[in-house]
């Protein structure tokens, strides 16, 4: 399942539209309150995907809640600009994607912090487990979901 934390609702809208679109389940933050609630209560993310100045004067406890969080949680960054994005986000999170309008850019970045993070996963660009890799490990990362059945 895939986090959406963005400060503009037609971003986070679109972007929903956009991942659903390609199968993937998604979970929307509309404030600070609505992201830490869903990361310390939601079990099945995958994936977070955070507009760099959705956190606000909260950004450094963030930091440090998504740095504790079991099982790590990882965190693409989407900012206008990589140059204004505090050091320590970019340090926490797996890449940084610039919002250029491309959507592309960003669906690409997905696929690869989904096969970095969940390897055992059959199909790289298919987070699902495969009835093999589900039955065969114990690694939680092969028996968590992000796609719709």
Known sequence: MILIADRNRHVRQFLKREFVADGYLVVLAENRYDLCRIINYEEVLDLLILDDEFLGPDESRMVE?????????????????AETVDPSLVAAAAVLVEKTGNIEELKEAVRQVLRREYPCRSDPGDPRPSEQDAGNSGDPACTM?????
Do not use: E, N, Y
Request: aromatic share 4%; net charge positive; hydrophobic share 35%.
């Open 65 to 81: 809640q998504l740095g504790s969080r079991i099982p790590p949680l990882p965190v693409i960054l989407h900012s206008f600009s």
């Open 145 to 149: 979901g992000t796609r719709k059945a």
